[in-house]
């Protein structure tokens, strides 16, 4: 599983002209299940997510998590985060789950981030979405969950 996570001030997605998911400041990201992830995969990614210090503390270092703060929470699904670019002019996307694996890993890892965090807002699967946000830093780093 991968996620890439940017730090923001505020984050929305529309689908087809409405918004269905915005948060302020908090978290927004990018959600990509690979071949062979398994629900143990996103929920170790998620742990790794939801305590991930990218946020200041008093003396201005990056100590406090998204849950420290009560941040608000933006996943977005992003199959494209698994592409393979090591060669050629066209991503290849084989690494990538096929799409009703991704939707169930998807699916678990917004409900497990629900029961764990107050403010958690989606994109939608499969949807062409439109994403804008503001970017607070900028702040933005790779998370990376291998499946066994």
């Not at 997605?13 to 990201?29: E, P």
């Not at 210090?53 to 992003?78: E, I």
């Not at 096929?98 to 989606?122: K, M, W, Y």
């Amino acid at each position: 599983m991968i996620a890439l996570l940017q730090r923001v001030t505020q984050a929305k997605v529309d689908v087809g002209g409405a918004t269905v998911g915005a948060i302020d400041a908090g978290l927004m990201v990018l959600v990509c299940a690979e071949r062979g992830d398994t629900e143990k995969e996103a929920d170790a990614l998620l742990t790794k997510l939801l305590g991930y210090r990218v946020f200041a503390d008093a003396a201005g270092k990056m100590n406090r998590s998204v849950t420290d703060v009560a941040g608000g929470l933006l996943l977005v699904p992003q199959f494209t985060l698994a592409a393979d670019t090591k060669s050629g002019t066209r991503p290849s996307f084989t690494p990538a789950a096929a799409p009703q694996d991704g939707l169930r890993l998807f699916t678990h890892f917004v409900e497990q981030a629900r029961s764990r965090h107050a403010s958690v807002q989606t994109g939608q699967f499969g949807a062409d979405m439109q994403v804008s946000l503001t970017n607070d830093g900028p702040v933005t780093f790779w998370l990376q969950v291998n499946a066994k």
